[in-house]
């Protein structure tokens, strides 16, 4: 299974939203919703920012969002904070062979 | 507070075994799948293994079948990874996260990782 596809890196100003794409194929994102999402600081574990394509967990900030057509997933950062700079991964779960694959990371910088 | 603290990693030698854990607290452990994820310096995150809750099924990334075992002790609310034949590629540091719903298949809980190091 191949690993889905993020740009390297984005970047935005604060208060900019800016939007990562991840994409994959029918039998990863295009499939069911079972994208998800997440962030991670330097030296740190990750963080869950979005599960099942769309939906925030409690505790994530309402700027964070997540959206999904065909077989690309997005997230989106609605004004961007200092804090936001970090690397951001989505995630698939692949039902037909029961393997989690992850993109390869875009790093975020907030100029 | 939940918890999900690693422990076990270290420098090891090509070709040695090692066996990392993954220590919960503050959920009920028995209740959940869990996972093995592990990071490559400098690299993404890559999915190893995950468990269900009473131990009775497992996956496993298809290029570590064989080598690497999960494992888990309701008792303890601890995960285990046995790791064997170890090679300078499985370098990384290794994290532990739970699934709380694994039919939306999302990790809500990770840990802040244990490192291991394969290198003669």
């Known amino acids: 299974q191949s690993a889905l596809t993020q740009p390297a890196s984005v970047s935005g100003a604060p208060g900019q939203s800016i939007t990562i794409p991840c994409t994959g194929s029918k039998s990863d994102v295009g499939s069911y919703n079972l994208v998800s999402w997440y962030q991670q600081h330097p030296g740190k574990g990750p963080t869950l920012l979005i599960y099942?394509?769309?939906k925030r967990p409690a505790g994530v900030p309402n700027r964070f969002s997540g959206s999904k057509s065909g077989n690309t997933a997005s997230l989106t950062i609605s004004g961007v904070q200092a804090e936001d700079e970090a690397d951001y991964y989505c995630c698939s779960y692949v039902v037909t062979n029961t393997s989690v694959i992850f993109g390869g990371g875009t790093k975020l910088t907030v100029l | 507070e939940v918890q999900l603290v690693e422990s076990g990693g270290g420098m090891v030698q090509p070709g040695e075994s090692l066996r990392i854990s993954c220590a919960t607290s503050g959920f009920n452990f028995v209740n959940y799948w869990m996972s093995w994820f592990r990071q490559a310096p400098g690299k993404g995150l890559e999915w190893v293994a995950t468990?269900?809750?009473?131990?009775?099924?497992?996956h496993y990334v298809d290029s570590l079948k064989g080598r690497f075992i999960i494992s888990r002790d309701n008792s303890e609310s601890t995960l285990y990874l046995q790791m064997s034949s170890l090679r300078a590629e499985d370098t990384a540091v290794y994290y532990c996260?739970?699934?709380?719903?694994?039919?939306?298949?999302?990790?809500?809980?990770w840990g802040r990782g244990t490192t291991v190091t394969v290198s003669s």
């Open positions: 996260a739970r699934i709380p719903n694994f039919f939306s298949y999302y990790m809500d809980v």
């Open positions: 099942a394509d769309i």
């Open positions: 468990m269900d809750q009473d131990g009775s099924e497992t």
